[in-house]
């Protein structure tokens, strides 16, 4: 049987064996401390003469940060802590042991941590945010799991455009030419015709040449697409998803909001409905404190945490201008000049995380828009086939992983919410 340090609490007055890696040691006189770590949690190891057999002792001595090793003892419950195990051992074998590990508990400079990111990520705060990503990911899973939707995933080698032309990341496919997927969504459009409620998760690409704390050139996406849904019901699904994995996540993992220390009264505020803000109305907010702002065009990131610093929970921006957003948005009939898009820009500054709306149903109005963007009609003729027959009014949106993340953990960087980010600029390990 394989004993893990999170099932301690099962086995206390047990011998046991362990294996993992030594995370930190100290001997006081006769007592020698030993941290294990094993990948599910870390667990204080305790070597007495006494107890333990000498060659264990000695081992102890030759045992270097991050070697790898097995030990067993007996299961005890910490004298003075609450639900804390220890271990008292009896027998300590090395497996490995470690090069003087480069990662120390001081501080370290970021250049230098993301080169050594694969070891890096061995580290107790790595491990929270990467757990509460996993938590993350089965909480997004669940919540179109659970309401009928169907998962479609889309294509990542795609022969056009979704989000316009100038961050796509060309490839080859043998003789062709073909871009990695910015977005599932136009074929989300497809399988929505076909099954209603659909979605995809999986990793988009965007060439895009900023190094800011939000842009990652790979980065992962879930989008759902409903049949029949206008941007209003757009918006409803959208708070109710937001709120349900946040939810979750802070109730299913505290331990991990405790190392990054969280302020997760924050986030017990993230309950639908959320603020909804019209373009304009949200470009005035933005004029009073940035008089260089011109309505009309795009928010940048200060302009965001102007317009999201006035609520306790994340708002919805609809209705921007025709010209600033992409070619396959339904232009509202009541409001020439304004498309039926629909952003949600999370709290305390993190900026835009949903972006989605309501799309074009008209081929001749997707016909003209296809022309103004500049794009290759025969690129999309399976795509104006979903106009042709049968055409509907559908919504949908896309929430990016990683921004969702740094909002929830309260960091100040994307780079650490993902194992192996690749940024511009960075693409090793
Ligand atoms: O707003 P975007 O570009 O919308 C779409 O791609 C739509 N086709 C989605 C849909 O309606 N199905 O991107 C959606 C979200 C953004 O709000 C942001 O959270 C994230 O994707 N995102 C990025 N995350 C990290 N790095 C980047 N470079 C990102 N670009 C977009
Ligand atoms: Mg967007």
Same mark, same amino acid.
């Given at each position: 049987?394989?004993?893990?340090?999170?099932?301690?609490?099962?086995?206390?007055?047990?011998?046991?064996?362990?294996?993992?890696?030594?995370?930190?040691?100290?001997?006081?006189?006769?007592?020698?401390?030993?941290?294990?770590?094993?990948?599910? !949690? $870390? %667990? +204080?190891?305790?070597?007495?003469?006494?107890?333990?057999?000498?060659?264990?002792?000695? /081992?102890? #001595?030759? &045992?270097?940060?991050?070697?790898?090793?097995?030990?067993? !003892? $007996? %299961? +005890?419950?910490?004298?003075?802590?609450?639900?804390?195990?220890?271990?008292?051992?009896? /027998?300590? #074998?090395? &497996?490995?042991?470690?090069?003087?590990?480069?990662?120390?508990?001081?501080?370290?400079?970021?250049?230098?941590?993301?080169?050594?990111?694969?070891?890096?990520?061995?580290?107790?705060?790595?491990?929270?945010?990467?757990?509460?990503?996993?938590?993350?990911?089965?909480?997004?899973?669940?919540?179109?799991?659970?309401?009928?939707?169907?998962?479609?995933?889309?294509?990542?080698?795609?022969?056009?455009?979704?989000?316009?032309?100038?961050?796509?990341?060309?490839?080859?496919?043998?003789?062709?030419?073909?871009?990695?997927?910015?977005?599932?969504?136009?074929?989300?459009?497809?399988?929505?015709?076909?099954?209603?409620?659909?979605?995809?998760?999986?990793?988009?690409?965007?060439?895009?040449?900023?190094?800011?704390?939000?842009?990652?050139?790979?980065?992962?996406?879930?989008?759902?697409?409903?049949?029949?849904?206008?941007?209003?019901?757009?918006?409803?699904?959208?708070?109710?998803?937001?709120?349900?994995?946040?939810?979750?996540?802070?109730?299913?993992?505290?331990?991990?909001?405790?190392?990054?220390?969280?302020?997760?009264?924050?986030?017990?505020?993230?309950?639908?409905?959320?603020?909804?803000?019209?373009?304009?109305?949200?470009?005035?907010?933005?004029?009073?404190?940035?008089?260089?702002?011109?309505?009309?065009?795009?928010?940048?990131?200060?302009?965001?945490?102007?317009?999201?610093?006035?609520?306790?929970?994340?708002?919805?921006?609809?209705?921007?201008?025709?010209?600033?957003?992409?070619?396959?948005?339904?232009?509202?009939?009541?409001?020439?000049?304004?498309?039926?898009?629909?952003?949600?820009?999370?709290?305390?500054?993190?900026?835009?995380?949903?972006?989605?709306?309501?799309?074009?149903?008209?081929?001749?109005?997707?016909?003209?828009?296809?022309?103004?963007?500049?794009?290759?009609?025969?690129?999309?003729?399976?795509?104006?086939?979903?106009?042709?027959?049968?055409?509907?009014?559908?919504?949908?949106?896309?929430?990016?992983?990683?921004?969702?993340?740094?909002?929830?953990?309260?960091?100040?960087?994307?780079?650490?919410?993902?194992?192996?980010?690749?940024?511009?600029?960075?693409?090793?390990?």
């Amino acid at each position: 049987m394989r004993y893990y340090i999170e099932d301690l609490k099962d086995h206390v007055g047990q011998q046991i064996e362990l294996k993992g890696w030594n995370y930190n040691k100290r001997s006081s006189g006769k007592i020698k401390f030993l941290e294990l770590r094993d990948g599910t !949690g $870390v %667990v +204080q190891c305790i070597l007495m003469a006494n107890q333990a057999n000498p060659e264990s002792l000695e /081992n102890f #001595e030759k &045992l270097t940060q991050e070697s790898s090793l097995k030990l067993s !003892g $007996v %299961v +005890q419950a910490h004298p003075k802590l609450l639900n804390t195990f220890e271990i008292m051992v009896k /027998n300590l #074998e090395i &497996l490995s042991i470690a090069e003087p590990f480069p990662i120390s508990p001081k501080e370290h400079g970021v250049d230098f941590l993301m080169e050594n990111r694969h070891l890096w990520l061995r580290s107790k705060r790595q491990h929270a945010i990467l757990r509460i990503r996993s938590e993350l990911v089965s909480a997004i899973r669940d919540f179109f799991d659970g309401r009928g939707f169907t998962l479609t995933d889309s294509p990542i080698f795609t022969p056009s455009a979704c989000e316009g032309t100038s961050n796509l990341f060309e490839t080859k496919y043998f003789d062709e030419k073909m871009y990695l997927s910015q977005s599932g969504q136009l074929y989300l459009e497809a399988t929505a015709a076909a099954l209603g409620k659909v979605y995809c998760f999986g990793p988009t690409f965007r060439a895009e040449k900023s190094k800011t704390r939000r842009h990652l050139i790979e980065f992962w996406m879930v989008e759902p697409e409903v049949a029949f849904n206008d941007m209003y019901d757009n918006m409803e699904l959208a708070e109710a998803f937001v709120e349900y994995i946040v939810q979750r996540t802070i109730k299913n993992r505290p331990e991990e909001f405790k190392v990054l220390e969280r302020d997760l009264s924050k986030l017990e505020n993230i309950k639908a409905p959320f603020p909804r803000l019209h373009y304009s109305e949200a470009a005035q907010l933005v004029k009073k404190e940035n008089a260089e702002f011109n309505i009309g065009d795009d928010f940048g990131a200060p302009d965001e945490t102007i317009i999201s610093s006035q609520f306790e929970r994340p708002v919805f921006v609809h209705h921007y201008p025709q010209a600033i957003k992409a070619f396959y948005m339904k232009e509202d009939p009541k409001e020439p000049g304004y498309a039926m898009g629909c952003d949600l820009l999370a709290t305390e500054g993190y900026g835009e995380i949903i972006g989605g709306g309501q799309r074009e149903e008209s081929i001749e109005k997707l016909m003209v828009k296809i022309k103004e963007h500049q794009l290759n009609e025969d690129d999309f003729r399976w795509y104006l086939d979903l106009r042709r027959f049968g055409s509907f009014p559908h919504s949908g949106f896309g929430l990016g992983l990683e921004r969702a993340i740094a909002w929830i953990c309260g960091l100040p960087h994307v780079r650490e919410t993902v194992p192996f980010p690749r940024l511009y600029g960075r693409s090793y390990p």
